[in-house]
């Protein structure tokens, strides 16, 4: 029977190279905080229990880990990643099953990475997980001796030695609670930081007779991120995976370097999607649904056969049946659209359920907003809304209705009507030739003067 696996988030650091108001790890990747997509990371290897470690002056990050289900621990001050790990031990009680420690600031590691590091511990009592950087730097060095890893040295403590070995610490580990928390509450501050490191343990446990091993990661995976170059090389690295994905799962991408994607988007297989296109979180698109370039698209979901853009931009509670079509510079919000409808031209179309086969003429806009509240559109199956029409909400516009040009609507429109609502036109002969010679007349007359 698998063991009951737990998690502890550490988050307690000060994050000052991010020059920021907001705690490092709050800031997004893919559209999700790095703290979300660590805790996603211990729920995908079903960790019953996660406990998220803060410091008193990270309000906003225990706000967040709280609102992401995850129970608090407070270090305060902080001494250390051995000493953070000491501080969840209360707020993981009788938990007897296996611990992972995972940093907040290091989002990119994947649930089969995690799940080998659980894995792992069915034959060693602990095991870190390492990568071999191109710049080993201050990591810490992985000190390995046949299958086995002997002990971590941190960067300032280590002989020049140590220093040369390229295999170091993601920082990321796991063993039994009971192994954990009693090696941490003996590791000591006596070393170059004068901090408690988690790192110690391996050697404490080791002198137990315990065994440890090392999972190797890549360096992608393990990236951490502290400044805001960390996060650009994070946010790329993560949209390369998601390309590559996208593509391995039959999605076409016209130019892969331009498509962003978020960390929940849903393509199927045989969509096309051009250059410069931008997808928001929460988007599902459906098979041979084409998207030209330069469309930006969140909280949608569309159907199959669909064409977008370019420049359309689909803003959230977006719905689009198949074989829709929304054209170039047309904003959608919270628009749900029948099956094979059409709006093609520079529109808006907010809060307004449209059904099948509706024909939004050019430059068509819901008057949605009075200044205080949203009113709803409704547009019945097959109507024609000529171009130009200005719908003011709430106004319902029935099924096979005929909407004249340029018409402001303010009134309903019954099924299979025609509704006109502008000023009649007026032909007056002759008066634009009249009017050409008094002017070219009255400026010849000034000229003389
Ligand atoms: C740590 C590891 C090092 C590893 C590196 C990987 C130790 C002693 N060293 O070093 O071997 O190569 O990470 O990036 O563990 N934190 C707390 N409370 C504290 C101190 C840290 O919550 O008192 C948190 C930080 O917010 C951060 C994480 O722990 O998320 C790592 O701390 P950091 O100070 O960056 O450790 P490093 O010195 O980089
Ligand atoms: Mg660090």
């Known amino acids: 029977m698998k063991a009951a696996r737990a998690a502890i988030i550490l988050a307690a650091g000060k994050s000052t190279r991010m020059k920021s108001s907001r705690s490092k790890v709050l800031h997004h990747i893919g559209g999700r905080s790095m703290l979300s997509w660590v805790a996603n990371l211990a729920r995908s290897v079903d960790a019953d229990k996660i406990v998220c470690v803060v410091g008193e002056a990270n309000v906003d990050v225990r706000a967040a880990a709280e609102a992401l289900g995850l129970d608090i621990a407070v270090q305060e001050p902080q001494l250390g990643t051995g000493h953070a790990v000491d501080c969840a031990k209360a707020a993981l009680g009788d938990f007897s099953g296996q611990v992972a420690v995972l940093y907040a600031d290091t989002p990119l590691i994947e649930p ?126 993560f949209q390369d995976r998601m390309r590559s994905r996208m593509m391995e799962a039959g999605v076409t991408l016209r130019d892969p370097d331009t498509t962003y994607f978020a960390y929940d988007t849903v393509i199927a297989a045989d969509a096309d999607i051009g250059a410069n296109c931008v997808f928001g979180p929460n988007v599902k698109i459906g098979g041979n649904t084409v998207i030209h370039p330069f469309c930006h698209i969140e909280g949608t979901q569309i159907g199959e056969g669909a064409q977008i853009g370019p420049f359309a931009r689909l803003r959230p509670g977006t719905e689009l049946g198949d074989t829709t079509k929304v054209g170039n510079f047309v904003e959608t919000k919270k628009a749900k659209v029948g099956n094979c409808s059409k709006i093609n031209h520079l529109s808006y179309i907010g809060d307004a359920v449209l059904g099948e086969g509706v024909n939004v003429g050019a430059g068509t806009i819901t008057c949605n907003y009075d200044g205080f509240n949203k009113h709803m559109t409704q547009i019945g199956d097959g109507a024609f809304i000529g171009t130009n029409s200005s719908l003011v909400a709430p106004v319902k516009i029935g099924s096979g209705a005929y909407l004249g040009s340029g018409g402001v609507i303010t009134e309903n429109v019954p099924d299979d009507a025609l509704a006109v609502a502008r000023a009649k036109q007026v032909n007056k002969d002759g008066w634009a030739k009249r009017y050409r010679v008094a002017q070219a007349k009255r400026k010849s007359s000034k000229r003389k003067s």
Do not use: W
């Open 112 to 237: 089969s990475t995690l799940e080998h590091v659980f894995d792992a511990l069915d034959t060693a009592d602990v095991a870190v997980l390492g990568f071999e950087p191109e710049d080993a730097g201050a990591y810490g060095r992985l000190i390995v001796e046949g299958d086995d890893l002997v002990a971590i040295v941190e960067a300032k403590d280590a002989s020049a030695e140590q220093l040369a070995v390229g295999l170091c610490n993601s920082g990321v580990m796991a063993a039994s609670a009971a192994d954990m928390f009693s090696a941490v509450a003996r590791v000591d501050k006596n070393n170059a930081k004068g901090e408690y490191y988690l790192t110690d343990i391996v050697e404490i446990l080791r002198g137990d007779g315990k065994r440890a091993i090392v999972v190797k990661a890549s360096e992608t995976e393990v990236m951490g991120v502290n400044s805001r170059p960390d996060l650009a090389l994070a946010e790329r690295a």
